[in-house]
């Protein structure tokens, strides 16, 4: 039976491999480079400048703007999705000089642990180098030889502070989004089968094509039941997250919304394979295949950017991409609707051709089961 199924064979085998080229393309740097920091220079001094500039230098981070002011620094790091912001003090340059150890504070996104590690190692590198070099030609300029000015140096203080998450609490970081692998999991599985498994039995012309040729009341009638059985499913996951004493979404609302359109995509790509592959097993593979790397590689626990294009791309077209992302900022950042915009976005365009597609497939599908029939009759 095992050897001579194919559809076993090829997943037995080729899933491996697949699994393995697509985890080596996403950590096979071992360390994230670039992340997004942004600094707010209050001193505007050619010290300062020089202080972007070895961040900028450091190629575990990435100066993406540089501010003259910012009043919230939680709203500057979720509007430019920052993993640190540096913030210099006015009057640095002059306090430098008058050797009044200038401090510098550091805030530092600990929603991920992982990113906020490397961003902080790589921040205090920058700086550390700086300080230690400013401090040392302060002590030559006061007749002190270099070897001593070495041996003396004393780099200026830097005050890091911990913004979301300051606990670091992996319980609250991972448990969410694992909750949500599971859901679309169980959404996928579910559609896998609600088109290819009656086309497999040959019922789908029976049951569909005689009662209506419309292809929107075929996807509604498949989409449909998903949508009311997921309401009981949201509400248990949000009775656990009060029961395990998780994170608490601070606008429910909000919560619901995103989570309809990430149902409703979620259901609308199952519709769209089932329609397309007319084998319920084959069907089930497919969107397993599909779906099993989506926590890996949507960007929650590492960064997007730092994948290979392929990667990105199949990240991009899974609803729990966009989902997760918008409800980690929703949930750990209490961010706003206009600050997830791009991520409900992604959402609603997956919603648009994912409906699209099911529409012709389904049309096709009724079409060529139409044709069965009438040549059985």
């Known amino acids: 039976m095992f050897f001579t199924n194919t559809t076993l064979l090829m997943t037995f085998f080729l899933a491996p491999v697949i699994y393995a080229v697509m985890l080596a393309s996403v ?3 071992g360390k994230t ?3 997004p920091v942004v600094v707010v220079d209050r001193d505007n001094s050619p010290m300062s ?3 972007i500039e070895m961040l900028n230098d450091n190629e575990g981070i990435d100066v993406i703007k540089v501010l003259a002011e910012s009043n919230n620094v939680q ?3 979720i509007e430019r999705q920052a993993t640190a912001i540096i913030v210099i003090p006015d009057r640095f340059e002059a306090d430098v000089l008058t050797a009044k150890h200038p401090e510098m504070m550091i805030y530092v996104n600990t929603v991920n642990m992982l990113t906020a590690n490397f961003a902080s190692k790589s921040v205090q590198a920058s700086l550390g180098t700086l300080s230690a070099g400013i401090e040392i030609k302060g002590l030559q300029k006061k007749g002190m030889p270099g070897y001593s000015a070495v041996d003396k140096y004393e780099p200026f203080k830097q005050n890091y502070v911990r913004v979301f998450n300051e606990t670091g609490n992996y319980f609250s970081f991972m448990w969410p989004p694992m909750m949500a692998v599971v859901f679309q999991q169980v959404i996928l599985l579910a559609m896998a089968v609600s088109i290819a498994y009656e086309v497999e039995k040959n019922t789908f012309g029976i049951g569909i094509v005689k009662k ?3 292809a929107l009341s ?4 498949k989409v449909f039941p998903l949508w009311v059985l997921s309401v009981p499913v949201i509400l248990i996951f949000y009775g656990f997250h009060h029961f395990f004493n998780a994170p608490i979404p601070a606008h429910p609302m909000n919560f619901i919304g995103i989570s309809a359109l990430f149902i409703v995509s979620a259901t609308l790509l199952g519709t769209v394979i089932s329609a397309l592959i007319p084998n319920a097993l084959k069907a089930t593979q497919i969107l397993m295949l599909m779906s099993a790397p989506g926590f890996i590689i949507g960007g929650y626990t590492w960064p997007t950017f730092a994948m290979a294009k392929p990667i990105q791309l199949l990240a991009d077209i899974l609803p729990l ?10 949930l750990m950042e209490e961010a706003s609707v206009h600050q997830v915009q791009p991520y409900l976005l992604q959402l609603v365009i997956q919603i648009a051709c994912y409906f699209v597609l ?20």
């Open 218 to 221: 075929t996807v509604f009638v």
């Open 33 to 35: 480079t670039e992340l």
């Open 27 to 29: 950590y096979k740097s």
């Open 212 to 214: 209506t040729k419309s």
């Open 49 to 51: 400048a020089q202080v």
């Open 321 to 330: 991409t966009p989902f997760v992302n918008a409800f980690k900022l929703l």
């Open 358 to 377: 099911s529409l012709l497939l389904v049309k096709w599908r009724i079409k060529k089961e139409e044709k069965v029939l009438l040549a059985k009759n």
């Open 75 to 77: 709203s500057e790091m």
